[in-house]
């Protein structure tokens, strides 16, 4: 229902990422147009209380829809978006905060064209982008910083945490299970960067 409530939104091409070509002006005007529209709809279906027992790291690519990657996940999903789904320590703690407000399974993802890997690799946005870079470089290091830390070590062995790594394919949205890095408490190897 609410994914066919999206696909009616689609024909507005204002909010076509391929027109480059419109005003801030008339993006934002777009915005807000959209707000009413949504809020209205708000007013009518009042939210019901809910608490999610499933948190997301996904890439800020916007062609990654998490609505439609799991079904509507605007209420029973927490969902961190970073470039190249790299943690800092900031998002670490969200994460755990999630773990501790009632998260049961944690889904790690990374994607297929991301721009923030290309970036990695481009010497040039190397020297442009430093912060963003650095942290997909720490990518897999920081994910196995996250499993030591000791609520969510604790959680996994005492198997009231699930911990999953995906590839998503940003073409199909379809997702395959890796383990690039472990997750589970055991000592880690320093993971390799995928090139
Ligand atoms: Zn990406």
Redesign the pocket.
Known sequence: MANAAYRMQDHLVEYDLEHHDITPEQVWSEFKLQNQLASKVRETFPRRTVHPVVAMLV???ARIDTNELVGDTRHNYYIVRT??SAMSLKEEEMLELSVANGVKVLILTR?SD????KAAKDPELRARYPAMVAAVDERDARIVEFLARPVIAERIRAGALLVKQLDIDTATEKVAEHTLAPTTSAPAPQAEQPH
Not at 114 to 117: L, N, T, Y
């Open positions: 890439c800020m690519d470039a190249g994607h991301c721009a923030a890997e």
